[in-house]
């Protein structure tokens, strides 16, 4: 007989072994999660673990993948839009706010466990990780060189300014504090571009 490949609300067993490996890191840490507690917390057992995602590690580098690949289609949109400059980086600097507090988890058990990842598993995130910085930086320069925004700052500096307030989300932002993630965003967007006018 086949292994269901869904469980009774029709949810794909990778999407259950993330949510449950996600919650568990979260809740323990990465290294004090065993591989039989993730596919008991879903339901599976390891032999469906390995054949979706190879090993823990494989499921740690997941974790964070799928938010950067979010993020990357999002930001791509964003910069190929028929809009003013300072309104795409606008809308992508408020974006990666919003979707880095969506998946605070994810951001939290990266940032903590990123040291488990093998060199090569490591180099790989690192990759995805430039690509959408630079792809949020041409955005900067783009306004730079057309007159829109300041030289003052270089584009490098200006991305990780930005950059080093989302990478920390996770350790300083509460849902039950007093802005909501669109409230922050649209804020932490508008010194963005506070800094950048000429």
Do not use: C
Not at 75 to 87: G, H, I, R, S
Not at 182 to 190: C, G, I, P, V
């Amino acid at each position: 007989m086949a292994a269901r490949t869904t469980d009774g609300n029709g949810v794909p067993v990778p999407q259950r072994l993330l949510a449950a490996a996600t919650r568990l890191f979260a809740e323990r840490g990465y290294d004090r999660t065993s591989v039989q507690e993730i596919v008991e917390a879903a339901g599976v057992t390891k032999g469906a673990l390995y054949h979706y995602f190879g090993s823990k590690e494989d499921l740690l580098q997941e974790v964070y993948s799928r938010v950067l690949r979010l993020q990357q289609e999002r930001l791509d949109a964003f910069a190929d839009a028929d809009a003013p400059v300072e309104e795409r980086l606008r809308e992508a600097a408020a974006d990666v706010v919003v979707t880095t507090i969506d998946n605070l988890d994810d951001a939290s058990i990266f940032f903590r466990s990123m040291h488990h990842l093998s060199p090569e598993k490591n180099k790989q995130v690192r990759l995805e990780r430039r690509r959408y910085h630079e792809r949020f930086r041409a955005l900067v320069e783009e306004g730079q060189r057309t007159g829109v925004f300041s030289t003052a700052t270089s584009a490098d500096l200006v991305v990780d300014y930005h950059f080093g307030s989302v990478h920390h989300l996770s350790t300083w932002y509460r849902p039950d504090g007093p802005l909501t993630p669109r409230e922050l965003a649209e804020q932490l967007a508008d010194l963005l571009l506070r800094a950048l006018r000429p």
